[in-house]
T-cell receptor, first 111, second 114 residues
Framework: GQQVMQIPQYQHVQEGEDFTTYCNSSTTLSNIQWYKQRPGGHPVFLIQLVKSGEVKKQKRLTFQFGEAKKNSSLHITATQTTDVGTYFCAVYAGNNRKLIWGLGTSLGVNP | KAGVTQTPRYLIKTRGQQVTLSCSPISGHRSVSWYQQTPGQGLQFLFEYFSETQRNKGNFPGRFSGRQFSNSRSEMNVSTLELGDSALYLC?????????????FGPGTRLTVL
């Protein structure tokens, strides 16, 4: 069945450094969603991408959907301690619109 | 608009017991999904209910079951609890129609099995 591979699994950065997490699939995706889960919290929706080559920005966060719609990235510029958490990608697959989740990238930020 | 609510927030059970968790979705949402989350294991999908019917199912044993009521509220039941069932159980609601809707998560129920 549909799978999405998310890399890296963990990353620690110094505050102010940039951070990127990637979500990859072997098959063409119809869409991709990104969520953030703070430590002790629950996942919160960040954004959805549906168009080939789409780029969306939210302040210091930049989301991209690959031209072939097989991969996506989330880039954070100049990380802050408030960026700490786990970032998940998720895609809808199949006729029943099952949501398939990546394993997440856990981001730590050293002040 | 009120968010997704889950009850109880914390639960301690012993092996062999059964447990029922409840989830109230956002008003107007017809889809409710359940997830199990353990440290380092990401979000493990249990099942999704849409308009009182199970629409999607994950790879969990039959001890895990659920249902959805006409008001879209959902319950999840785990029978014959095992130590490995200790986890955070999250439910998420969405509009659930033909579009790629975002999921709204509740705060979760922390289940500890002793």
């Amino acid at each position: 069945g549909q799978q999405v591979m998310q890399i890296p699994q963990y990353q620690h950065v110094q505050e102010g450094e940039d951070f990127t997490t990637y979500c990859n699939s072997s098959t063409t995706l119809s869409n991709i969603q990104w969520y953030k889960q703070r430590p002790g919290g629950h996942p919160v929706f960040l954004i959805q991408l549906v168009k080939s080559g789409e780029v969306k920005k939210q302040k210091r966060l930049t989301f991209q959907f690959g031209e072939a719609k097989k991969n996506s990235s989330l880039h954070i510029t100049a990380t802050q301690t408030t960026d700490v958490g786990t970032y998940f990608c998720a895609v809808y697959a199949g006729n029943n619109r099952k949501l398939i989740w990546g394993l997440g990238t856990s981001l730590g930020v050293n002040p | 608009k009120a968010g997704v609510t889950q009850t109880p927030r914390y639960l301690i059970k012993t092996r062999g017991q059964q447990v029922t968790l409840s989830c109230s979705p956002i008003s107007g949402h017809r889809s409710v999904s359940w997830y199990q989350q353990t440290p380092g294991q990401g979000l493990q999908f249990l099942f999704e209910y849409f308009s009182e019917t199970q629409r999607n199912k994950g790879n969990f044993p039959g001890r895990f079951s659920g249902r959805q009521f006409s008001n879209s509220r959902s319950e999840m039941n785990v029978s014959t609890l095992e130590l490995g069932d200790s986890a955070l159980y999250l439910c998420a609601s969405s509009l659930g129609g033909i579009h790629f809707n975002e999921q709204f998560f509740g705060p979760g129920t922390r289940l500890t099995v002793l």
